[in-house]
């Protein structure tokens, strides 16, 4: 799989704090020292910043809505206001302020959620309403939350519990909770959405597994496997946009890649091949296993993976059409490759 780097330079991350893509991953937002950064990734061959924002130094939170102008701030010198810019008019929409540090803000046509270690508030984004308070939610410390942006149901997943992998999903359009899903047996560290809002992916602490779930039925779909020797600490999950591909990156310098597909028992049994012979014997034998094995022999391994020029790095990875072409995107710290 060929790869390119971005060239480094100041205009990329100079001060670099933060980074996140868009709703469409078709911009990339960078909180820095000096205030925050817009660039556009809609070519390979480079970065072009399309907006650089200097309102409030030591952005550690930055979020744009799609390709709008509306972009969501937070400063490490004010950690419990958010900021909501105009970016194109250079002028403030306006700002909340809430009771403890914000840990993450997520955002879609709909709704605009700002989650606090142990309090979510959801608000309107047309009007900025507040529309609904959670409270006492299991403690969150890294501000863990995932909105769908499809707005037709803007379904909010967070932790459950802060001592095993459940996952709470809330209509944040009804405002109700929807299900709970028992994903994983230690804390969650990564949860993503689908386009269509069908789909959730989760893994936990450990890092070796991750599982999808249909939505809002919470049903597991996919299990797939990163790893065994070694647990990793897994920073982001995406989906691609049509949802067959899903990334994973993590605090290693691989990045995986898992192909969704959903295998058809009829065709196992109409197949005459040796593999298909010796996967039937694997089944079969599985069910006199113990359940953590039975279920290592029915995880899928990666699809691809792509091996980066870094590593113990926070990153945030994304899979994106550019150029009519699908292309993975990784941001760390320290540069932005896009892998072709």
């Known amino acids: 799989m060929e790869s390119q780097d971005v060239p480094?330079?100041?205009?990329?991350?100079?001060?670099?704090?933060?980074?996140?893509?868009?709703?469409?991953?078709?911009?990339?937002?960078?909180?820095?020292?000096?205030?925050?950064?817009?660039?556009?990734?809609?070519?390979?061959?480079?970065?072009?910043?399309?907006?650089?924002?200097?309102?409030?130094?030591?952005?550690?939170?930055?979020?744009?809505?799609?390709?709008?102008?509306?972009?969501?701030?937070?400063?490490?010198?004010?950690?419990?206001?958010?900021?909501?810019?105009?970016?194109?008019?250079?002028?403030?929409?306006?700002?909340?302020?809430?009771?403890?540090?914000?840990?993450?803000?997520?955002?879609?046509?709909?709704?605009?959620?700002?989650?606090?270690?142990?309090?979510?508030?959801?608000?309107?984004?047309?009007?900025?309403?507040?529309?609904?308070?959670?409270?006492?939610?299991?403690?969150?410390?890294?501000?863990?939350?995932?909105?769908?942006?499809?707005?037709?149901?803007?379904?909010?997943?967070?932790?459950?519990?802060?001592?095993?992998?459940?996952?709470?999903?809330?209509?944040?359009?009804?405002l109700s909770t929807v299900t709970l899903i028992q994903a994983h047996d230690s804390p969650l560290a990564a949860l993503t959405f689908n386009a269509s809002g069908t789909k959730l992916a989760s893994a936990s602490e450990k890092g070796t597994v991750i599982r999808v779930f249909s939505v809002p039925e919470g049903q597991k779909l996919f299990e797939f496997r990163r790893g065994m020797k070694r647990y990793v600490s897994i920073s982001s999950l995406s989906f691609s946009a049509d949802a067959q591909f899903l990334c994973a990156s993590s605090n290693t310098e691989t990045v995986h890649i898992f192909k969704l597909e959903q295998h058809s028992p009829s065709q196992e049994e109409e197949s005459p091949t040796w593999s298909a012979y010796v996967g039937k014997m694997f089944t079969a034998a599985s069910t006199y296993l113990p359940t953590q094995v039975s279920d290592m022999m029915h995880q899928d391994r990666a699809f691809a993976t792509v091996r980066l020029n870094m590593f113990g790095l926070k990153n945030i990875c994304a899979l994106a059409t550019i150029q009519k072409l699908p292309r993975l995107l990784v941001a760390s710290i320290r540069r932005v490759s896009l892998h072709l």
Request: contains cysteine.
């Open 8 to 174: 480094d330079g100041p205009t990329v991350h100079r001060g670099f704090i933060c980074a996140s893509f868009n709703q469409d991953t078709t911009s990339l937002s960078v909180g820095t020292k000096t205030g925050y950064r817009l660039f556009s990734v809609t070519a390979v061959d480079k970065l072009d910043c399309i907006h650089e924002g200097v309102e409030c130094p030591d952005v550690y939170i930055v979020e744009r809505l799609f390709s709008s102008s509306l972009v969501v701030v937070v400063s490490l010198s004010m950690p419990r206001r958010m900021n909501v810019y105009h970016f194109k008019k250079g002028t403030e929409i306006c700002n909340y302020s809430y009771s403890n540090n914000i840990l993450s803000v997520r955002l879609n046509r709909q709704r605009l959620v700002v989650c606090l270690e142990e309090s979510i508030y959801i608000h309107n984004i047309k009007d900025m309403k507040l529309l609904k308070t959670l409270l006492n939610t299991p403690t969150n410390p890294s501000g863990l939350c995932a909105l769908s942006v499809n707005h037709s149901n803007s379904y909010l997943a967070y932790p459950g519990s802060a001592t095993i992998g459940e996952i709470t999903i809330y209509d944040a359009n009804n």
